[in-house]
């Protein structure tokens, strides 16, 4: 009833920039935080960057400075705009949302499929 649709991966070159964008569908009342998750073949998944739904935002030591996360809540919509990427930011990345569906007095996590992002010269 509620799905979250990563799009905007592909291959770059280092030094290059991609900007992901996450769209929520189904019988959603609201958002409370959203967040982007990456996980590359073997690694453990991490978490790359979290935004409430007032626009507070957290990032992994990892990507701050060069990523940024923002949303559009008319659109139930969240965004990763990533600069200066490095063969290290390869990997499948996931959006998560705690969604509250029509009817609903409480929130779940959803997640996307995933979106493969290849950073490579």
């Known amino acids: 009833q509620v799905q979250l649709v990563e799009s905007g991966g592909g291959l770059v070159q280092p030094g290059g920039s991609l900007r992901l964008s996450c769209a929520a569908s189904?019988?959603?009342?609201?958002?409370?935080?959203m967040g982007w998750y990456r996980q590359a073949p073997g690694k453990q998944r991490e978490l790359v960057a979290s935004i409430t739904e007032s626009g507070s935002t957290n990032y992994a030591d990892s990507v701050r400075g060069r990523f940024t996360v923002s949303r559009d809540n008319a659109k139930n919509t969240v965004y990763l705009q990533m600069d200066n990427l490095k063969p290290e930011d390869t990997a499948v990345y996931y959006c998560s949302g705690a969604v509250v569906s029509v009817g609903w007095d409480y929130a779940r996590d959803s997640w996307g499929q995933g979106t493969q992002v290849t950073v490579s010269s």
């Open positions: 189904g019988t959603i009342a609201r958002i409370y935080g």
